[in-house]
């Protein structure tokens, strides 16, 4: 199994930072795209950043030019640096990776998904 853990949620106020990480551990042979989503109150869960094994990056609009994917291929670790934080960043944010378990999934192109189990973010003065 593959875990996810998650840190560095938290309160802020408008305007200020904070940066998320994720560790992934567990019967990993390879690690492909890790990012991070979000899902507010009421709303679905959506895509915030994505980042390859090859630190290609995408962003959603909303937060373009504020937060920054980053990733430790060493430590099979992603982060999330959020700056100009603003009251309608506030959720909880979930890290996802997809993965290989073995030799056999690449060559069987089988990869897997996991998911952490969600770090609260709340923007508030």
């Known amino acids: 199994q593959v875990q996810l853990v998650e840190s560095g949620g938290g309160l802020v106020q408008p305007g200020g930072s904070l940066r998320l990480s994720c560790a992934a551990s567990g019967s990993i042979f390879s690690i492909n795209t890790m990012g991070w989503y979000r899902q507010a109150p009421g709303k679905e869960r959506e895509l915030v950043a994505g980042?390859?094994?090859?630190?290609?990056?995408n962003y959603a609009d909303s937060v373009k030019g504020r937060f920054t994917i980053s990733r430790d291929n060493f430590k099979n670790t992603v982060y999330l640096q959020m700056n100009s934080l603003k009251p309608e960043d506030t959720a909880v944010y979930y890290c996802n990776t997809k993965y290989y378990k073995t030799w056999y999934d690449v060559r069987n192109t089988n990869e897997l998904d996991a998911w952490g189990q969600g770090t609260l973010v709340t923007v508030s003065s």
């Open positions: 980042i390859t094994s090859g630190r290609s990056t």
